[in-house]
């Protein structure tokens, strides 16, 4: 989930988590308060029908005193109601408040009422004086549905802004992945100039970036600088020692068995310089000394690729079939080292076949739209257990004569995995080997 | 023709000298960046071997250099540097070709001729061996007028024994030639026999070819 579609939701949420609080909080607290007024109002009333009871007797109020009394206003909004009593259910003097709901000719309605009893003329009587509730109803709802709209509006409107400034909030933060990052082909062209942002942390993670880029960058500078040095240091004795023999070769009346020496220290000296020239091919390939910045008709290439070689074809008098059911143009790559790739397996697929044998290429788009380049030979093929290590560098195939597959592969792998190519083998011992090359899918 | 060696590795700047001498160069060396300069300022040489790791300046400076003083000699960049760049760079600034080391004096000699032919042309374009007349320009071979069709490889092969007449030429040194630098550890097979015993063949078709000599256990030769 985005950062910012999680701030946007978690302010949205506590924004609801508050306004719902105050919902269910505030209809009781205005109940309560307005149950205070009324409850104070009630026993100021019932002290004041007391008051006049006390000064001027029941007749003030009650005109025929074995009658109970009873009065409300046309509303139904207060009533006061004084009936004489048989029992005394609590002490004289003890004022009770409660809800209550009282019938009015056919209208039943929620009332706070107050009950009084007192004695006056040695007859016990019952006070009650009560306040309609039905606004105080209405109030609460009035109250609530307020509550639930603003909530509405608010964490809506609230929806919005958040998207709107997280985005603003966060764009520091994908300019520097994007500019930094995602845009730095290669270490050496990494760009410093810090990305303009108040936000503390995005300067702070510009910085190590920044910090850390700057690292990679020494260590790939050095790492260069090693190569070339290792380079020049390794291959100039081997230079030296090659036109040395050649030079020797070439004297007058050299001796047979001399000559036989030194064809054998050539071949030699070139296994060494072979071997060298491929770990630095590698060196320098992971060391991102490669531009790619080519578009490679894969097609085009292999035939280039065939031309160059295609005489070992005719000389093994091996069938070779091409089937090309799609094209594939390969943006961004580097063409000589693609050259090298395919040319390492073509000629493998020719070294490691049978006299009379065969060659299959196909080129097509595989169901995930991804162009794949398959290899197949009817040559030795390759082990099982063996499978798994043909990619790695200076494994031993047949331990008991020592024989490795050298550096060809290990190289087809580094360009593969520099042009972010996938490579699978299928082989069976003495049926030949399918090598698949699975170029990335072309950005749409 | 003069050619200028410059090469602060002394014993491969001698073995080059031993070679180009031997194949009637005369030959000129400077161990240095700053005698190279001096050299190439007072002599005019049609080749200057370049190499442009020099310990006192980068070759690629000497090469600046020279073309801004309109030096009209060849260059060839030799290096064992392994810097792309400096290849594009090398081009760019006007080399005419480019060798890495380690290269063959073989190859070293190809290409200092295919760049004087590029640079001239006016060298003749056809030359006879025995009874066939090799034509470098067209890239055909014929005898008494008649065309004896070659592929491109076993053109090259038959070439480069040509310009190397007299001298054993191994097979490693053939394949190096014919399929670059680029194939590993095929020095063993006999891609270079079949393409031999396919050349004969041909050739011979229309005159004897004595002289394409089997030197064994190392080569051929041929003999003019």
Sequence with gaps: MKLQLKLVLYNAFSKAIIILAIGAFLPIIIRQVVYNHIDKRLIARSDKVLQIIRLGGLNEIMLDQDCSYGSYNIFKEEFINIEPLHQLDSDIGTIMIEDDERQFEDEILKHRVLSEAFLFDNQLYNLEIGEGLSTVEQLNNTIWSFIIWTFIAVVVVSVFIDVGFSRMLMRPFYRIINRKLRDTQHPTQFETTPVKTNTYEFSYLDQSINEMMNKIKDTFLVEKEFINNASHELLTPISVLQNRFENILAEKNLPDDVADKIVESLKTLHRLSKTIKALLLISKIENSQFLKNEDTDVRLLTHEVLAEIGDRVVHKNIYLEEKWDDDFVFHHSNKSLLHTLILNLINNAIKYNKTDGKIFINGFMNPEKKFVLKISDTGVGIEQEDLKNIFGRFKRFRPEDGASFGLGLPIVQTIASFHGLEISVESEKNKGSTFSVVFPSIPS | ?224
């Design chain 2, 1 to 224: 023709m003069n050619v200028l060696i410059v090469e602060d590795e002394k014993s491969l700047s001698h073995e080059i000298e031993i070679f180009l001498t031997q194949e009637g160069y005369q030959c000129d060396v400077a161990f240095t960046g700053k005698s190279a300069s001096e050299k190439i300022y007072v002599n005019n040489y049609d080749f200057i071997l370049l190499d442009i790791g020099l310990p006192d300046m980068n070759g690629l400076d000497i090469l600046r250099e020279a073309k801004e003083a309109n030096c009209e000699s060849s260059f060839i960049i030799l290096t064992a540097r392994s810097g792309v760049e400096d290849k594009v760079a090398g081009l760019d600034m006007g080399a005419d070709d480019y060798l890495a080391k380690p290269f063959s004096l073989l190859e070293l000699q190809a290409r200092m001729q295919a760049v004087m032919r590029r640079k001239h042309g006016l060298q003749k374009n056809t030359f006879m061996i025995h009874d066939f007349e090799v034509d470098i320009q067209n890239r055909s071979i014929t005898c008494n007028g008649k065309n004896v069709p070659l592929t491109k490889k076993e053109f090259d092969l038959l070439n480069y024994l040509i310009l190397h007449k007299n001298r054993v030429l191994t097979r490693m040194q053939l394949t190096e030639h014919i399929w670059g630098d680029i194939l590993e550890d095929d020095y063993e097979s006999n891609y270079i026999d079949v393409h031999v015993k396919n050349l004969r063949k041909k050739l011979s078709a229309h005159s004897p070819v004595d002289w394409i000599e089997t030197v064994r256990g190392i080569g051929y030769r041929v003999t003019a």
